[in-house]
DNA sequence: TTGAAAGCGCTAACAC
DNA sequence: GTGTTAGCGCTTTCAA
């Protein structure tokens, strides 16, 4: 229903030149004197003409443009992260494809094999399940750059991410200095085969003199502060009772809160909670929340260079991981 | 540095056929016998081939690709709706490209030149500012699908939004049933020509009997929490004292309320406090928070199916404007 | 300094 | 039933 754009043979015709000199002028090629390309700029303007990039991406095989995989755009440091992604990438002249797995692995496959179809340069994908990560694998091992962003050990991927299990040990640590017994972990990945923040806080019972011997595992079958705050009867009905709870996302962590609040369980004497990823809804929440920070700009800067990086050498680089250590933030929750 | 991907060549020398045989068997052409079509199938299975979308855009002339612009993708309620959008169009078979321009007229332009470059089938845009849509203007009438998440009377687009205009009147006849007289409209866009909150606002001053004659209008200069935090103070010291607020977003509202609960104004007694989006900040925030609720599910559905419409119409469509009335949500902040 | 020709991987029109 | 040819809009040799 579209009007034909211009292309270089009208602009080749309109001055008398050749496609190919066009072509060469338009891309301020030494070649052309600057009169001529001076010309062929002008009527290039006139007829207002874009260059058609599917038609440069086939003879190039290069489309400048990386595929974006996340689990939940709706986790606002995920959120964020893509933002920031996505501005680094346009800086650096790279056009985003994305999608959301919503933490099915048949979705994050059928994500990835429509970008391959698509020819996009590279991925970047935050992947559902930190154990079922073959099909990524394979789009590395046939020469196709690929980074996570999660911490996957020995995966032979690149990786960029915060270090969950050195941020669950902190705020296990954190908790158990405050003279926490029973701790219950509320994670709705655990189940699903991301162990790492479980991992974590076992860690942190080793380490630490006189902590408690284990850590109960809560699974609140969803992230939201209403899964948080669904679930929060049933942690209070653990015995021993708990008096603490370290979430693994804000949003289940005020969701909790919530409920305390209406329920007449006060915090932090009655129930510590800390959450995780530093949301800003974690400072204005229902209560000023604990919480182990998402370094989301350093996350999000490494990992536009390094799939830049992955994209433009021309050797196969060796995987690289990055981690970054997260720091607590202590508020009132805890 | 990646392995060159295979081609239908590939598939047509290790099955015999000829390139044209094996495009249509691929494709489940009735015209390749049943036998034929295993036999490639198999083999393209064998080789791992996918088709190269590049190329096959090239000569379809479509990429089944949408370009969507956003402003602010931090704001929960858009968000959603990326989410929401990306969902559809995948069901739908088309991927999207994604680019936020961050409230500038700049980078939004800049995103959609991109986005025509890239040739994309369409574009879903929500822009930044309501007075300057030339650019949107001059792709729908170079015939490109374009379709608005704003409601932009007039103009000659498609739209699919929610009636602000309508939502700030329900907002402020809602505030002045409660018997608020001084009322400011907390509202960062308002100075850079997006004034139908503001229009919205002014007709519910008309309807309402006994209601105040005017509206003081704050700019947060921002539309985080942290922004309604700070600007809490320079709200209550507008002379007359204000007893109400209604903020265009529920995190500038959140961020009022959490000065008030800082500093001993109570809410709703002190300060009644709407806010926009019905996001779950404003049901699990630190007050419970009236809003206005934004039906992300239907804006993207509507949005999506509009988009399709104009992508396959063979002819060209007249604009329709699709407007939600949205409904005021409760809770204990007014 | 400029142009002609081939080719990127695919689809479509038309033969055979 | 299957193959040949041309062409999508661009870039890239290679010639002139």
Chains 1, 2 share one sequence.
Not at 33 to 61: C, G, H, V, W
Not at 226 to 232: D, S
Request: net charge neutral.
């Amino acid at each position: 229903m579209s009007r034909p754009r211009p292309r270089l043979k009208e602009i080749a015709e309109a001055t008398g030149f050749s496609v190919n000199t066009v072509s060469l002028a338009l891309r301020a090629s030494d070649r052309i004197p600057e009169k001529t390309r001076d010309l062929i700029m002008q009527e290039a303007e006139r007829q207002n003409y874009f260059p058609n990039q599917i038609a440069r991406s086939l003879t190039k095989r290069a489309t400048h443009t990386i595929g974006l995989v996340l689990t939940d755009i709706m986790n606002p440091t995920i959120t964020l992260t893509a933002r920031s992604i996505e501005r680094l990438l346009a800086n650096a002249g790279y056009g985003v494809m994305f999608a959301t797995s919503d933490n099915s692995l048949e979705n994050e496959k059928k994500a990835m094999a429509r970008f391959q179809s698509h020819q996009v340069d590279g991925i970047i994908v935050y992947p559902t399940n930190r154990s079922k990560i073959r099909h990524i694998q394979a789009a590395r091992d046939a020469g196709f750059p690929v980074l996570a962003l999660a911490d996957l050990p020995d995966s032979g991927l690149d990786v960029v991410a915060m270090d969950d299990r050195v941020g669950a040990e902190t705020a296990v640590m954190h908790l158990i200095a405050r003279g926490h017994k029973n701790i219950v972990l509320l994670d709705g990945a655990f189940g699903s085969g991301n162990t790492e923040k479980f991992d974590g806080a076992q860690n942190a019972l080793k380490r630490a003199k006189n902590g408690p011997a284990s850590i109960a595992v809560v699974d609140p079958k969803g992230n939201s502060s209403a899964h948080g705050y669904a679930v929060a009867a049933t942690i209070l009905k653990q015995t021993p009772r708990p008096t603490a709870v370290y979430a693994t996302t804000d949003a289940l962590a005020i969701g909790v809160a919530r409920w305390c609040l209406e329920n007449e369980v006060s915090i932090p004497e009655d129930l510590a909670i800390v959450g995780c990823d530093n949301s800003e809804v974690s400072e204005f929440g229902s209560t000023p929340l604990t919480t182990i920070n998402y370094a989301s700009d350093e996350v999000s800067q490494k990992a536009v260079e390094r799939i830049i990086a992955l994209i433009e050498s021309e050797t196969r680089l060796a995987p690289k991981t990055l981690l970054f250590e997260p720091r607590i933030v202590v508020r009132k929750s805890s």
